[in-house]
Nanobody
């Protein structure tokens, strides 16, 4: 069992930056691919970014490529999402997720965090 706790959300102006963190419990953290999803009001939850357990491969949805960067520190059981050049359309609840593989993470994660709100004002 893996428990995920997100932090770092908040209110920021368009063009600004935020860094989300997700800290996991459990020694098996390093075995999991990790990622981020988001859900805007009235919309379905969507994949944002993912990283393999070793950090050697990443994946992003097209709308955040070049603006967001995912990374992880296995020693701290933490995965990060650096978000730059934020736009109002990035406003959403952001969820951390974990899965046994990168492919599975992008479709049906095994574990979810509780979410953190990101609001980008215009």
């Amino acid at each position: 069992q893996v428990q995920l706790v997100e932090s770092g959300g908040g209110l920021v102006q368009a063009g600004g930056s935020l860094r989300l963190s997700c800290t996991a419990s459990g020694r098996t953290f390093i075995s999991y691919a990790m990622g981020w999803f988001r859900q805007a009001p009235g919309k379905e939850r969507e994949f944002v970014a993912a990283i393999t357990w070793g950090g050697d491969s990443t994946s992003y949805t097209d709308s955040v490529k070049g603006r967001f960067a995912i990374s992880r520190d296995n020693a701290k059981y933490t995965v990060y999402l650096q978000m730059n050049s934020l736009k109002p359309e990035d406003t959403a609840v952001y969820y951390c997720a974990a899965a046994f593989s990168l492919g599975r993470l992008t479709t049906t994660p095994d574990y979810w965090g509780q979410g953190t709100q990101v609001t980008v004002s215009s």
